[in-house]
């Protein structure tokens, strides 16, 4: 059994028994809000249930080290569309303690990368077009100051609207505490 013959099994049960039924809700989030956090594991459940979002409450975003890389990337247009077309009127970027991207050995990465058959010569070329690898696949060494970085980023964005709070946090990926970072509610401007 593969995992893929996993997800299919148990798939085929929970739409019969219809499970579905207890999460049913809307594509609008009830609690109004958009959520930037990390893809970390220990966060899949973690990150929702120990704000008290249930499933309907939050769009959200995740990806490693719940960074904004590129200010017009995939991250950046979630939040935007978040807010501007599917009903979010607040934004929460929330950083974990112990997390994979902080502090990542970005030469550690392009050695696996090499081990498993990505040329020298590809990383050259990559490198030559102008595409920073380092920043590409880099993280961060605190991540209070990252989820401070991604909030200017996101505040000062030529798109975004100011009047948007945007709320801050850091999660214990064992206990779930927050810790506030920034209060969003602090920082708007009015339209
Ligand atoms: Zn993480």
Known sequence: MTLLDDILGFNENFVADKVYESYE???VPTMKAVMLTCMDTR??????????????????????????THPYGSTMKS??????????EEIIIMGHKDCGMGGINVDQV???????????ETISVLEH???DLNHFLGGFSDVRENVRANIDMVFNHPLFDQSVPIHGLVIDPHTGEVE???????KVVSN
């Open 180 to 186: 506030l970072i920034q209060n969003g509610y602090d």
């Open 110 to 120: 392009l050695g696996t990368m090499k081990e498993r058959g990505i040329k020298d």
């Open 129 to 131: 077009s102008g595409i």
């Open 79 to 88: 939040l935007l569309v978040g807010i501007y077309a599917l009903g979010a």
């Open 25 to 27: 809700t809307s594509k």
């Open 43 to 68: 966060l899949l459940d973690l990150s929702t249930k120990a704000l008290g979002f249930k499933n309907g409450d939050v769009k959200v975003v995740k990806n490693a080290g719940a960074t904004i």
